[in-house]
Every structure is written in structure tokens, then in C-alpha cells.
């Protein structure tokens, strides 16, 4: 037996999503930066639990739907404004995922920008569709995230 893991880099598509928001990057971090707190931007969570804290910290998201996604937090960098996690497990169309989310000053206000890497489920499926529904899923949190500070 050899040591071995299920979680890896993904290789598929990687989307990028980024708003301008009028408000201090510190305030801006402190929405998107909550590990635990992503159900305040993403409409489609009815809430999240984390295990632990700071990398290797486990977060299971619960949406509405019913859908469930676990992921681990890998690095967190309060000075910097940044973090990024990976997928242990999700209920939804996804086969790994590696996400980073990060703020930024610009000029009176900041720059939320969220990055996903993933994969879709099964080679040979559609990157095009799968790389818009990441889009999409993405964009819907971030504008919540602008209209958070309207």
C-alpha cells in the first residue's frame, strides 16, 4: 500500500468572478472572508457548520435545495485578504474544485474577486455548460456581495 488521496488539483475550467464595491477592504473581508459565513452572500444556502479553525478547518455547506458540499480551507491569510479551500465532498454537478477568494483595495473602495477551478463529473461532459453554471453560481454571490454594500 502506497499513501494516496482523493483530492487533487482540478484541471477543468476556471472562472473568475470580481465586483467593485464602495466600502474599506477591511469591511469587504470581513463578508467574504468568513469561512463560516458564506450563507450571508450565497441566496441558496440555508446555512453553513465548520469544523475546526484556520487551515484544515471543514466547512459543510447546506443549501435550500437540499444539496450539501463539504469543503477544507487550505490557507487563510487575514493581512493579505485572502484564502482558498478545496472540495471534499458535494451532493451537486461537480467532481473537484478548488476555489480562492480575495480583496483588494481600488481605489475609495475594494475589489471582491472569487476563483474557481473545477472539474466537471465525469470526462467527456460539457465544459462549456459546466463552465457557465460555475460562472453563473459565482456572479449571483458576488452581486449579492456589491448589493450587500449599496
Known amino acids: 500500500m502506497q499513501p494516496d488521496t482523493l483530492i487533487h488539483n482540478p ?21 467574504v472572508g468568513d469561512f463560516a459565513g458564506f450563507a ?3 441566496t441558496a444556502l440555508s446555512h453553513t457548520e465548520v469544523t475546526g479553525s484556520g487551515p484544515g478547518a471543514v466547512r459543510k455547506k447546506f ?15 487575514a493581512q493579505a485578504m485572502c484564502m482558498t479551500w478545496s472540495l471534499i ?3 451537486l454537478p461537480v467532481g473537484n474544485l478548488w476555489a480562492a ?7 475609495d473602495g475594494s475589489r471582491a474577486i472569487w476563483t474557481i477551478q473545477a472539474e466537471p463529473p465525469q470526462a467527456g461532459d460539457d465544459l462549456v455548460a459546466f463552465e457557465g453554471f460555475l460562472q453563473g453560481f459565482a456572479d449571483q454571490a458576488m452581486n449579492t456581495v456589491k448589493q450587500h454594500f449599496a
Not at 468572478?17 to 477592504?25: D, G, N, R, T, W
Not at 458540499?69 to 491569510?77: F, K, M, T
Open 101 to 107: 477568494m480575495q480583496v483588494v483595495a481600488q481605489g
Open 11 to 31: 484541471q477543468g475550467p476556471r472562472v473568475v468572478s470580481a465586483v467593485e464595491v464602495p466600502a474599506a477592504p477591511s469591511d469587504v473581508w470581513a463578508l
Open 40 to 42: 450571508r452572500f450565497i
Open 63 to 77: 443549501f435550500k435545495d437540499g444539496n450539501i458540499v463539504l469543503e477544507q480551507l487550505n490557507s487563510y491569510d
Open 89 to 91: 465532498h458535494t451532493s
